[in-house]
Structure formats: structure tokens, C-alpha cells
Nanobody, 128 residues
Framework: QVQLVESGGGLVQAGGSLRLSCTAS????????MGWFRQAPGKEREFVAG????????YYADSVKGRFTISRDNTKNTVSLQVNSLKPEDTAIYYC?????????????????????WGQGTQVTVSS
């Protein structure tokens, strides 16, 4: 079992930045591929960014490329998402998710169904 707890959300003006963090329980964090997803009201949950278990490969949704950066620290059981140049359309609940998989981050891992564990989410609101 892995428990995930997100933090770092908040209210920010357009163009601003936040750093979202997700802390995982357990001793095997380094064996998990991690992803960040988001869900806006009335919309389906969508992939934002993912990182392989070692941190050696990352993958981003086209809508956030160049603005968001995912990273992880396996010594601290954390995965972070630096979100810059925020837009009102980035407003959503942001979730981190974990998948027991230690290989390269391939495109199919952007599907929510691939993930085994989810956090409770952190709200990001971007005002115009």
C-alpha cells in the first residue's frame, strides 16, 4: 500500500507560479512511476506530467510543456510539480498518482487507469 498526500495548491494570479508536492508513505517509493493529473469542474481527469521511477524520463501534456516541470527525490519519497506561467484554464484539483513500475515512462502511462494509488488532491485556482 502507498499513501499519497499532496500539498502546495492555492490561489494565484495569472502568470504566477506554485510548487506542488506529493509525499508518499512506504519504503519502496523508488519502484513507482509517478504522475500528476488534474480535474476541473465538469471535466474528466487529465494527465499533466509523469516521471519514471528513477527520475530518468519525464513526459508532459502538450498544454503544459515549457511551463510545468516534474521532479522527484527518492530519498525523501517526494514528487514535485513546479507550475509556472499559470493560466486561468489551469484551474483544477491536482492529484498525484503512483504506479508500481520501474521502466521508462511511455506514453500509455498518461492514462489514469494505469495508476494504482491516488492522493486526495490539492486545489489550484488561477485568477485572471
Amino acid at each position: 500500500q502507498v499513501q499519497l498526500v499532496e500539498s502546495g495548491g492555492g490561489l494565484v494570479q495569472a502568470g504566477g507560479s506554485l510548487r506542488l508536492s506529493c509525499t508518499a508513505s512506504g519504503r519502496t517509493f523508488s519502484r513507482y512511476t509517478m504522475g500528476w493529473f488534474r480535474q476541473a469542474p465538469g471535466k474528466e481527469r487529465e494527465f499533466v506530467a509523469g516521471i519514471s521511477s528513477s527520475g530518468g524520463s519525464t513526459y508532459y501534456a502538450d498544454s503544459v510543456k515549457g511551463r510545468f516541470t516534474i521532479s522527484r527525490d527518492n530519498t525523501k519519497n517526494t514528487v514535485s510539480l513546479q507550475v509556472n506561467s499559470l493560466k486561468p484554464e489551469d484551474t483544477a484539483i491536482y492529484y498525484c498518482a503512483a504506479k508500481r513500475y520501474s521502466g521508462t515512462f511511455y506514453r500509455h502511462l498518461s492514462a489514469p487507469v494505469e495508476y494504482d494509488y491516488w492522493g486526495q488532491g490539492t486545489q489550484v485556482t488561477v485568477s485572471s
